[in-house]
């Protein structure tokens, strides 16, 4: 089931609002930053660009005990690239292979881009979702 927002207001505005809400009912502190411009993307596609971020959202309630969190979208007229970082706990080579993150694996590959979980220097997790926006029907 599509969330409403994403249909009613497209993926930018519901990944703002999404991470407002999150972050109001969890008591982390979630840093926001947008880059950049493109081209609107399919409902097909912002579906899986919006449960990548919440399943990484809630990877950090579950896993990090970080207090912040820092969720970076970059665009362009061919890539998006959405960037979630936190400073916590960070994520051991044993716990790469959660439902949560093969799904979220599965759905990069649907969208035939690419999806990395990397350790920041500062400690924690990064996790990135690169996508080329040529490949996404545009609306």
């Given at each position: 089931m599509t969330p409403s927002i994403l249909d009613d207001y497209?993926?930018?505005k519901a990944l703002e609002?999404?991470?407002?809400?999150f972050g109001k009912?969890?008591?982390?502190?979630?840093?926001?930053?947008?880059?950049?411009?493109?081209?609107?993307i399919g409902s097909q596609?912002?579906?899986?660009v919006y449960r990548i971020l919440q399943e990484t959202l809630n990877n950090i309630v579950r896993?990090?005990?970080s207090p912040t969190a820092w969720v970076r979208l970059k665009l362009t007229p061919d890539r998006l690239r959405l960037e979630v970082e936190d400073h916590g706990v960070g994520m051991s080579?044993?716990?790469s292979g959660g439902?949560?993150?093969?799904?979220?694996?599965?759905?990069?590959?649907i969208?035939?881009?690419?999806?990395?979980?990397?350790?920041?220097?500062?400690?924690?997790?990064?996790?990135?979702?690169?996508?080329?926006?040529?490949?996404?029907?545009v609306v």
């Open positions: 497209g993926l930018e609002w999404y991470v407002t809400q009912q969890t008591g982390i502190t979630i840093r926001y930053e947008k880059q950049g411009s493109g081209p609107a596609e912002a579906i899986h896993h990090s005990k080579e044993e716990g439902l949560g993150l093969i799904a979220m694996r599965e759905r990069a590959d969208l035939q881009g690419k999806l990395e979980i990397l350790r920041p220097a500062a400690g924690g997790s990064l996790v990135v979702l690169d996508i080329p926006l040529a490949q996404a029907a």
